[in-house]
């Protein structure tokens, strides 16, 4: 069949949070975001703020509902702050709504027409693990800054002066936790209705060790470009990482998202600066690390002050490092990534990587 849906990229990832217009703040002062669009009370928008940041090709839109009377309002509650939607940019919203929905996928809003002087804009959405969404974007025939019922920003609300880009350029990966038992079945999904191929590696193995506790898969799109790693927790040593976020977000969710950068060392060194909290890892990782990965361009000095990870496969190395949650409840984090040559995910961090996180679980009393 000719019908596979077209995606294209991701448009958007949309957060609901408790409080839109401090969560802006943090992401502009802390991970260098661009305030560029806004929609609430002033746009005629009557039943929520939103606020959009831009960075390279990474668009985030931050919500938070206006009254208890907005649908999403219990979200807040079960869940906390935490990712709604990965909206994917499609060729048809029509077809690929209908065909995802023939396809079994959970329809929540049929497709719209969302019309303003910009233009028209072309939304619908399907329901993918947990309460997680993917709406289908299309904005071939609207110019305005994002959506109807968005205005560019106030320019007396953010002095340009206070405004730090930190180079990240793209969404790498988005990746998602859900129930154990449950990765396959949504593995499946991925590749049934939405057309993405499983995504094996030379070194995929079972992943499953004393540490890790998690079992994981990749899907990714056609092209390559949208990567969604799901994990599920495995019996291990510990209570998983992926358990403690599955009681603290009340189900499943997205996890991390990992954004792309050029020049990781300049890029988490101004995060630092702005005070985002990195996962450590002892000191002796650095001392092994030119045994376990060969020749790497950067300083290994400079990495170890930093905090970031390497990790090479056949196709070359990547370098990565972890944010601690940045809500209260241990759920949501970032990776920054930067790529040169490997496609894969950094399995060789995990030993190191799980260790500081049972560390941090320790202290929350959740191990
Ligand atoms: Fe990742």
């Not at 929520?48 to 990474?58: F, K, N």
């Not at 309002?73 to 690929?96: F, M, T």
Request: aromatic share 10%.
């Amino acid at each position: 069949m000719s019908t596979d849906i077209k995606i294209r990229r991701i448009d958007h990832v949309r957060f609901f949070v408790g409080n839109a217009r401090q969560s802006a703040y943090f992401y502009r002062n802390a991970f260098g975001f661009d305030v560029v669009a806004y929609a609430g009370l002033e746009t005629k928008v009557r039943h929520e703020a939103g606020y959009v940041l831009r960075q390279g090709e990474i668009t985030f839109v931050l919500a938070s509902p206006l009254g208890k009377e907005h649908p999403d309002s219990q979200r807040l509650i079960l869940h906390g702050d935490g990712v709604q939607d990965i909206a994917l940019e499609v060729d048809d919203v029509e077809a690929a709504y209908q065909t995802a929905v023939s396809r079994g996928a959970a329809g929540v809003r049929e497709p719209q027409i969302l019309e303003d002087q910009f233009g028209v804009l072309r939304i619908a959405t399907i329901r993918t693990y947990g309460d997680t969404l993917h709406s289908f974007v299309n904005r071939d025939n609207y110019h305005g800054v994002f959506a109807p019922g968005y205005l560019p920003i106030d320019p007396e609300r953010y002095n340009p002066a206070t405004f730090h880009p930190v180079g990240l350029a793209a969404i790498d990966h988005i990746v998602g936790n859900v129930e154990e038992g449950k990765m396959n079945e949504w593995v499946d999904f991925y590749k049934r209705v939405l057309g993405f191929e499983q995504l094996i590696h030379f070194d995929d193995k079972d992943i499953s060790t004393e540490y890790s506790a998690l079992m994981s898969k990749v899907v990714q799109n056609a092209t390559g470009r949208i990567k969604f790693p799901l994990n599920e927790p495995a019996r291990g040593r510990r209570r998983s990482q992926i358990e403690e976020y599955l009681q603290f977000y009340g189900g499943p969710g997205v996890q991390h998202i990992a954004l792309l950068t050029g020049d990781i060392i300049n890029t988490v060194s101004a995060m630092r600066k702005n005070d985002v909290s990195f996962l450590r890892v002892p000191r002796a990782y650095y001392d092994m690390l030119p045994e376990r990965v060969g020749a790497i361009q950067e300083d290994i000095e400079a990495l170890a002050d930093l905090g970031i990870l390497v990790d090479r496969d056949d196709e070359g190395y990547m370098l990565q490092i972890f944010t601690k949650p940045v809500c209260d409840r241990p759920t949501l984090f970032f990776e920054v990534i930067q790529r040169r040559g490997s496609r894969s995910f950094g399995k060789g961090n995990f030993k190191a990587l799980f260790e500081a996180i049972e560390r941090e679980q320790a202290v929350r009393g959740t191990l």
